[in-house]
Nanobody, 125 residues
């Protein structure tokens, strides 16, 4: 049974930093695509960053230069380092896992098979 459990969310002032973690268990594929998504109230779920098992990363334009996605394979943990946070970053953040090809063709959140429960990030001005 695949489980993804996020942690690290919280409330910060604009300009602050947070690091989100996603502990992964039961996902045995050596090739994978993993991502961070966010959803603000009344808005569609948005892809923030993704990483594949080759280490290739992709970011949405609004977070480039501020966020960094990484994965520690030894710990089976996905991270999202968020710096220079802005009020517009306020949302529920989710981690998700998919097959490797999803990263290759730029799939949407609909193509991800497994999801965590989410962790709230609130940035005040």
């Amino acid at each position: 049974q695949v489980q993804l459990v996020e942690s690290g969310g919280g409330s910060v002032r604009a300009g602050g930093s947070l690091r989100l973690s996603c502990a992964v268990s039961g996902y045995t594929y050596s090739s994978y695509c993993m991502g961070w998504f966010r959803q603000a109230p009344g808005k569609e779920r948005e892809g923030v960053a993704r990483i594949d098992s080759d280490g290739n990363t992709v970011y949405v334009d609004s977070v480039k230069g501020r966020f960094t996605i990484s994965k520690d394979n030894a710990k089976n943990t996905l991270y999202l380092q968020m710096n220079s946070l802005e009020p517009e970053d306020t949302a529920m953040y989710y981690c998700a896992a998919a097959q490797f090809y999803v990263c290759a063709f730029g799939g949407t959140y609909l193509n991800f098979d497994y999801w965590g429960q989410g962790t709230q990030v609130t940035v005040s001005s």
